[in-house]
DNA sequence: CAGCCAACTTGCCAATGACAAGATATCGCA
DNA sequence: TGCGATATCTTGTCATTGGCAAGTTGGCTG
């Protein structure tokens, strides 16, 4: 609910922006709000009055990724294998946003607009599970595994711990290795 | 290679482990050298003398942690599905450790203790992962998708972002779930 | 045009990370 | 035993930061 056409225009939006940035370079303690006003050109108390501190600015960023994520999860509906495949794609294109949304003691997980965008994304890893063979046994369990083997493929990809060469498509990656558990099945 | 007897005793691992302490009460940006330094009942600046800043006190969490997952593998080898149980152990019961781990951008990664703890913890994952349905094939693609899945719903776990009852036993969730795709092959 | 309020700014303080220089205890060695 | 070398720790310092309080600006409303 950013009125726009203030003093800055979108402070805001430009602030996050410079956080997703800065933390891009500089890793996640490598940034501070008084250099986030330095790029925005304000002044080194701005960012406090929209995002109180440091955890509101990372508590925007959780929520703006958990949206991301779910859109990126339903543009691949009903095609499992594939939702998993974007799963990792999200992760892996906004390597950031990945990493702040589970480190909950980061930011804020009560916020209201963050917890929406989380319900959305969940729901819709909980709808298409049953593609996961052995599903219809113990669905919870499909949906943990399908969850798991995708968010930590994501994981160990952007931390670096697969050793991959420079230039190799995790996408590509991915796809193959979730096959594993998710099978030939395909869509549904 | 700390030479135990000095002024303090052992001021390495003291400060590794307030630091650890610290780490699971405050977060991963929630503790201070000086908070360190006050718990061991040192000077402000006796840490930076053993770790010189705070990336070095996280490589020695690091490569704790990295020697704490190999003995857990290696003790549960060689039943690959008990190696998987024993990564999520290890995770949730060090969750500060493993949480620290598989972020390399806080630490110094070419650290000479911290890579040979690394690389005996890569090597047990590689020799057992062949228990995978349809390992043969694709070898790498099969390490990867169990090193994945475990990861994966560890780190989930940790995250808290699996909203399970609090006193869930994680090791006993975590097998029904690996088994989706280690089958029930078990051993070797 | 008068007042109101969101969007900033200025000023401030304790805490911190990092560095430099000094102090001290232990050890090797004559 | 004594003495110097060295590892371990202390003291002092400085720029930077997070966060708070109080002031200011500029558009909007009635």
Do not use: C
Request: proline share 6%; aromatic share 8%; hydrophobic share 45%.
């Amino acid at each position: 609910m950013t009125k726009a056409g203030y003093h800055h225009g979108d402070l805001r939006r430009t602030i996050v922006s410079a956080a997703v940035e800065a933390i891009g370079e500089s890793g996640l303690d490598g940034w501070s709000l008084r250099e986030l006003a330095r790029r925005a050109g304000v002044s080194h108390a701005a960012p406090a009055y929209h995002f109180g501190d440091k955890a509101g600015v990372l508590t925007a960023i959780a929520a703006d990724g958990f949206g991301l994520l779910a859109d990126a999860l339903e543009e691949a509906q009903p095609d499992f294998l594939a939702a998993g495949v974007a799963y990792v794609g999200f992760a892996v294109g906004h390597p950031v946003h990945f990493s702040v949304m589970f480190q909950p003691a980061l930011y804020r997980p009560d916020d209201e607009t963050l917890r929406a965008a989380e319900t959305r994304a969940a729901e819709v890893l909980r709808k298409g599970s049953n593609a996961v063979p052995g599903a219809a046994a113990r669905p919870g369990d499909a949906t943990l595994a399908a969850w798991s083997i995708a968010h930590g493929f994501a994981s160990l990809w952007i931390s670096g711990a697969l050793r991959m060469p420079p230039d190799a498509d995790p996408v590509e990656a991915a796809r193959p290795v979730l096959r594993l558990l998710v099978g030939d099945h395909g869509s549904q």
